[in-house]
């Protein structure tokens, strides 16, 4: 059995925090939990082109706010911020409860695990060379300034007949080291061949 550990979750209130904070009793947390995964789920798949890269979701006993951070945030904005408004109406609709929706630009995207495999995913979809498309993302990620970065794909590599991994790396990537900031990102390609998966950490 591998012992495999997910970054993010290792480091929870260490170098990251909570992406929902709320407090529920008993009863209502299975409600509240699915009603987190819900809205996470919508926003993703609304907004799959506009680079969001967490959603965090804070609840007060009638309100929820959630936080997009995303590297492009007028594709969520809209003109003269009608998309949002149109957002924060249908988010009162799935939860049926008042919701505010803020926006937090990412001021680096490549130093987000979770950016970086979207693009990787996506170049894949479009018929790149996957060696290419590696290389150039992990050389784009050093080239600012990131200590490190590590890349996983796996699936039918080329076209394949045979699904196979293939790892590539550059600088110092400690997993072990909790103090280290290193965010992971994992994405999958759908491509003609079949899905192949993205694996992403980057050493911030």
Not at 95 to 113: F, M, N, S, W, Y
Not at 118 to 139: H, P, T, Y
Not at 178 to 201: P, R
């Amino acid at each position: 059995m591998g012992q495999k550990v997910r970054p993010t979750g290792f480091r929870v209130g260490i170098t990251e925090e909570w992406r929902s904070r709320w407090f529920a009793t008993r009863s209502e947390f299975r409600v509240l939990l699915m009603e987190d995964f819900k809205i996470r789920q919508f926003v993703k798949k609304r907004y799959e082109f506009a680079a969001i890269a967490k959603v965090r979701i804070d609840r007060t006993r009638d309100q929820v706010v959630v936080h997009l951070e995303t590297a492009r945030p007028g594709i969520i904005i809209g003109r003269k911020g009608q998309e949002v408004d149109r957002l924060k109406a249908d988010l009162e609709d799935l939860t049926g409860r008042r919701t505010d929706v803020k926006i937090v630009e990412i001021a680096q995207p490549l130093h987000c695990a979770i950016l970086v495999a979207e693009d990787i995913a996506q170049q894949l979809v479009r018929r790149g060379s996957f060696r290419r498309v590696v290389k150039r993302a992990i050389d784009q990620v050093m080239d600012s300034r990131a200590e490190g970065v590590k890349v996983e794909l796996s699936g039918r590599l080329g076209g394949a007949e045979m699904s196979r991994a293939e790892k590539a790396s550059k600088g110092s990537i400690p997993l072990s080291t909790l103090q280290k900031n290193i965010d992971y990102g994992l994405a999958e390609a759908k491509t003609t061949m079949g899905v192949i998966g993205v694996k992403v950490w980057v050493n911030r």
